[in-house]
């Protein structure tokens, strides 16, 4: 089983509907990170959370929201999709007692809005 | 602005050496991370550095220069396996991983 599980792995949608991606994790991990990726672009930090009670914006947050509801779980909503949010999305977990503070990725959440 | 430099695309052939190379500005420097990505799947971590220098992990080195704002990858006995992504990221003064687009390497027979 995959450490970092990302749900669902794909997704169609329209516009304007509701989405929530799921993130958890057994790696014991008290950083989690939201990124897209998109074609000829490099990954790009949506949301990030240090811990349970630390909730932080990444470059891109708007039209994003996220929730962290337990150290293991870190959720992605878009409130209201847009056809420029498809993209990759790839949850991330990090351990702040590493010191190379190397990132572990899930499968990635393939988003499609038309 | 911080900005992540890597060719787009690379071509080699199996059983060959490959060097993609990395240029970056930040806001300063805390380290810089390689990954690869094959098509659809995660990013693996693959290398750290954070002192100038060479570091070598097997077929793959890392080499870093701070002064020059300048980092490559070697690949050594390239394998089919081997055609990938190669993200080259760099950790900013606020911590910040700061990502380049990537090096799409195609291995050719």
């Known amino acids: 089983d995959a450490d970092v599980t990302q749900t669902p792995r794909n997704r169609i949608t329209k516009t304007g509907k509701r989405i929530m991606l799921e993130c958890s994790q057994t790696k014991g991990h008290d950083r989690m990170y939201w990124y897209r990726q998109d074609p000829g672009l490099g990954l790009r930090l949506i949301y990030y959370s240090f811990d349970v009670k630390d909730i932080n914006k990444g470059e891109i947050s708007d039209g994003y929201s996220v929730s962290r509801q337990a150290q293991a779980k870190f959720s992605l909503s878009l409130e209201s999709a847009i056809p420029n949010q498809t993209a990759l999305y790839f949850c991330?977990?990090?351990?702040?007692?590493?010191?190379?503070?190397?990132?572990?990725f899930g499968e990635g959440s393939r988003l499609t809005v038309l | 602005g911080q900005n992540i430099d890597q060719p787009t695309e690379m071509t080699a052939t199996e059983g060959a050496i490959v060097q993609i190379n990395c240029t970056y500005q930040?806001?300063?420097?805390?380290?810089l991370f390689w990954y690869q990505q094959h098509a659809g799947e995660a990013p693996t971590f693959l290398s750290y550095?954070?002192l100038d220098g060479l570091e070598e992990k097997g077929r793959f080195s890392s080499f870093l220069s701070r002064s020059k704002g300048y980092s490559y990858l070697l690949l050594k006995e390239l394998q089919m396996k081997d055609s990938a992504s190669y993200l080259c990221a760099v950790l900013d003064s606020n911590y910040q991983l700061i990502w380049g687009a990537g090096t799409k390497l195609i291995i050719k027979p």
């Open positions: 550095n954070v």
């Open positions: 930040t806001s300063g420097f805390n380290g």
């Open positions: 991330a977990t990090s351990d702040s007692g590493r010191d190379t503070g190397e990132l572990f």
